[in-house]
Every structure is written in structure tokens, then in C-alpha cells.
């Protein structure tokens, strides 16, 4: 009878390493569970917290107005909403695009500073280069610098008729005058860049209407 049978040769290159290692110390079998039973605890405990950090990221920051009222998650402001913010009413249509500032105008509060947020940034909002950040309601009446007083508005409108609208107002609010408000956007499409915007006013009850086209053009 072979004295080599049943003996079994490893010749596999890739296997010869593992004849070289020994253990340094020897582990009872419990030192092993246990061993064990913290890695599985350790990967664990990481895991829970990359879970939990990527809950957060995903997470949209919820915006409340006035009354409490959400009315915008993180980047989008809620469809067919009514809210006010800053004393002042807003509307949206049912794209979340705002259709109607309005109320009645004071001047800016001295301690509250401009923190103009950068909508830009934000998907479709459609600015083109030539435009500003424009105010529904002019930062100077105390109007928020957020995203929903916020607009695509051509520079040079916004510059130039849509402010010397705003300085006549100003100086009624100035005056002591009852002065009100109301800029409608309209759009076409699906654009988030209004083509014109509809503004309505009055001065102690005297009411009036203009259009601005929302590009280098006077008023019509």
C-alpha cells in the first residue's frame, strides 16, 4: 500500500503564504467571540452614522412665513401658497413660480441689513447675464432678499424705470402718504423668467397701472 495516499500536496503558488503565518498569541475561543462581536458593534455604530449624516444632507431646509406657514423646501417655493413674509402678501401658481406681491409700503427698518441669497445658483431660474436680482418689493420698502421677493429682472429695467417708479413711491411713503403696492410677474410657458411685469399702486386711494416689458425697453 502507498504510504502517500491520501496526503494531499498544496501547490498553488498563491497559497504559499498563508503556511508562513502563525498567530503571535493564542485566543481562547471566547476572546474571539468577542473579538468579533466589537467589530460587528464598531461597523455598526459607522454605518448608523453615515445613514444618518446622508438623511440630513437630503433633507430640504423647510422656510415658514409670517403666520407660520411653510411656503417654501429648500430650493422651491410651494405651488398654489399664500404667505406673507416680512409684512408683505405673496402668491404662487401652481409651478411654485410667485405671481403676485403685494401690501402696503414702509420704509426699510435701519437695523435690517442686506443679505442678498444667491439665486443664481438655483436650478431653472433662467437668470440670463444681463439680468438682476430684481425686488418684487424694493429692499428700500423693507422687502426680503430671498428667493421669494427675488426675480429675473433685465438690468437696465431694473435699473432704470422700475426704480423711478420706486423713488416716486418713496418719497409718498416719505410724505406720510398711504402708499400700496402690487407687482404681478407674468410668464410664458414653463419660464421662470417673467416677460413682463404688471404693477398696480396708489398714493392716499389714487390708483394707477403700468406695464414693464422684462427687457431693455421703456416702460409701456
Request: aromatic share 8%; net charge negative; hydrophobic share 25%.
Amino acid at each position: 500500500m502507498n504510504s502517500d495516499i491520501g496526503k494531499i500536496e498544496i501547490n498553488d503558488p498563491s497559497m504559499e503564504n498563508f503556511k508562513k503565518i502563525e498567530p503571535k498569541d493564542e485566543m481562547s475561543p471566547q476572546e474571539v467571540d468577542n473579538f468579533w462581536k466589537n467589530e460587528f458593534l464598531e461597523q455598526a455604530e459607522l454605518t448608523k452614522i453615515k445613514d444618518t449624516a446622508s438623511i440630513e444632507n437630503n433633507t430640504a431646509k423647510e422656510y415658514y412665513d409670517d403666520n407660520g406657514t411653510k411656503y417654501r423646501e429648500g430650493d422651491l417655493l410651494l405651488p398654489n401658497t399664500q404667505f406673507e413674509v416680512r409684512g408683505y402678501q405673496y402668491e404662487t401658481d401652481d409651478q411654485g413660480r410667485v405671481k403676485s406681491a403685494e401690501g402696503q409700503l414702509r420704509m426699510r427698518d435701519p437695523s435690517y441689513e442686506r443679505d442678498m441669497e444667491d439665486v443664481r445658483r438655483i436650478d431653472g431660474q433662467e437668470y440670463k447675464s444681463t439680468d438682476d436680482r430684481g425686488h418684487l418689493i424694493g429692499h428700500q420698502f423693507d422687502g426680503s432678499d430671498k428667493l421669494e421677493n427675488l426675480v429675473p429682472m433685465d438690468a437696465k429695467l431694473n435699473q432704470g424705470d422700475f426704480v423711478k417708479l420706486e423713488s416716486t413711491l418713496s418719497d409718498a411713503v416719505k410724505d406720510g402718504a398711504d402708499v400700496r403696492l402690487k407687482v404681478e410677474p407674468v410668464y410664458e410657458g414653463d419660464s421662470a423668467r417673467p416677460t413682463e411685469f404688471r404693477v398696480t399702486y396708489s398714493i392716499d386711494g389714487d390708483k394707477d397701472a403700468v406695464v414693464f416689458k422684462n427687457e431693455s425697453e421703456a416702460k409701456t
